[in-house]
């Protein structure tokens, strides 16, 4: 019979993981359902000295016929967040949706099926941080840490397989302006002054990145965001500098940093401002891999259709590791970091109902 998702679920979501804790727990939960797998850590520790775990575990030696490959550490959440409730078939609780939903479908599917059969090697990866910047899969690419025909990475997508996905960048533009005692303000020059300026202008970026569009998305260009603002030292003092956070989602199709030059242009088109700008983070878009059996596998099973999505995922950092990649799971995004995340209860049966049928599937079983 094996284990049910949803009662895996329960265990998994009162799991602290937040991403600037160590994910040692999640990594030791899971292990109890890959007993006699070939199991090897890829460890490494944070900035702050935390150490953190990759895990790939493999059914026997070789290129994988098919890796499942799930993240386990979630964003902060207050400690409700690790209560986990049943209510109107739906299961509430932080990582419920993103994404410890998907990893109780592996464990659920892994207990359902008779590994010691399969003819095929199956691989179950599970990585850290990814919700700061999918550092675990970026390591594990690094090191070409394994090798798969086909990848299924977590995330929830309502049961579509996801074919394509935007890329994910990260910059700050620092405003300096002249400090001064605010009784005096023609002594200093106000960098939040300036800032509103920078802010203002970026409206127009964004709106030049919208000529370039790829239909497969929606929104279907590359969407700017200024996130966070930080600037002075007291209300009384000019502030003599203020930093904007900014993010941008770049299309498949169109340049990671294409967001980056516009936002240099613009700046320097800025007269009296003194700005500089610095990309910190630029994460490819994931594009479509060149066949599509796993994704047509996945619809017919899940009876759904291909899809695209407008956030960032492993894939795009796994994808030089495997042949096709696709991005599946159950449950809705918009639900994902929210203070009400839940993951369907019938959703959730089903991803794992699909998992065990995909693994007999592509990793055959002896007779």
Partial sequence: ???????????????????????????????????????????????????????????????????LVCH???????????????????LYGRGSCDVKGFLACILSAVSRVDVK???????????????????GAKFLAKKKAFRARHIIIGEPTGLRPVCAGKGYALGEIVVRGK?????????????IVDAARVVLALEGVAKKLKTHKNRAFDPPFT???????????????????????????????????????LIREMLAGLRGIDAAFEVKRLDPPFEPSPSNELATMVQSLANTRPDAVPFGTEAAH???????????????????????????????????GNLVSIIERLCGRTQ
């Avoid at 935390?50 to 895990?55: A, F, Q, S, T, Y």
């Fill in 1 to 67: 019979m094996g284990m049910k998702p949803d009662d895996l679920l329960l265990d998994l979501v009162a799991i602290p993981s937040v991403s600037p804790m160590s994910n040692a727990p999640m990594i030791a939960y899971a292990e109890q359902y890959l007993r006699g797998w070939k199991k090897k850590r890829y460890c490494y520790r944070d900035a702050a000295g935390v150490e953190k775990i990759n895990l790939i575990a493999t059914t026997k030696p070789g290129v994988a016929e098919l890796a």
């Fill in 72 to 90: 386990t550490d979630t964003v902060p959440c207050e400690a409700e967040g690790l209560r986990p409730m049943l209510r109107g078939g739906k």
């Fill in 117 to 135: 059969a399969l003819k095929k090697p199956l691989a179950v990866v599970l990585t850290a941080d990814e919700e700061v910047g999918c550092v």
């Fill in 179 to 191: 400090e001064a005692h605010s009784a005096y303000p023609a002594h200093g020059h106000s960098a």
């Fill in 223 to 261: 969407t700017l965001n200024a996130g966070l603002i930080h600037g002075g030292t007291a209300k009384n003092i000019i502030p003599g500098e203020c930093r904007i956070t900014v993010e941008w989602r770049p299309v498949p199709g169109h340049p990671e940093d294409g967001a980056a030059h």
């Fill in 318 to 352: 796994l994808r030089g590791l495997g042949g096709e990649v696709i991005v599946f799971g159950a449950g809705d995004m918009t639900m994902a970091h929210t203070d009400h995340e839940f993951v369907p209860v019938k959703e959730l049966r089903a991803c794992a």
